[in-house]
């Protein structure tokens, strides 16, 4: 259940949305929401109220090999924002 979770990001506009409740994570792109909401309530102890999923398309790359120029896709990635309950918070960095 927790390798739904990879890591929280943390950025200026999930900064942001820290202050109002809601918590950027990156998950394994086949995770659902309630695989996420119940990893985040097992494991921050928390209690979720709305989940949404974001996916990522994967960028485009180029790159040599032996046969000249080739062109591909990085793979994709997958994210999701969690709104807490009123009153809840996770904490982030040690302050």
């Given amino acids: 259940m927790y390798k739904a979770l990879k890591r929280i990001v943390v950025s200026e506009k999930t900064t942001d949305l820290n202050e ?4 950027t994570f990156l998950v394994a792109k ?3 929401k ?8 097992d494991l921050y102890g ?3 109220d709305n989940v949404r999923v974001i ?3 994967g ?6 090999g032996h046969r000249g120029w080739r ?3 990085e793979n994709g990635t997958k994210k999701v924002i969690v709104s807490l309950a009123q009153g809840e918070k996770i904490e982030i960095l040690p302050r």
């Fill in 71 to 73: 062109h591909g896709l």
């Fill in 20 to 23: 109002h409740g809601q918590y």
């Fill in 46 to 48: 928390v209690k979720v």
């Fill in 30 to 32: 086949n995770a659902n």
């Fill in 55 to 57: 996916s990522l398309p």
């Fill in 59 to 64: 960028k485009p790359r180029t790159f040599r």
């Fill in 34 to 41: 309630n695989q996420v909401k119940q990893a985040i309530q």
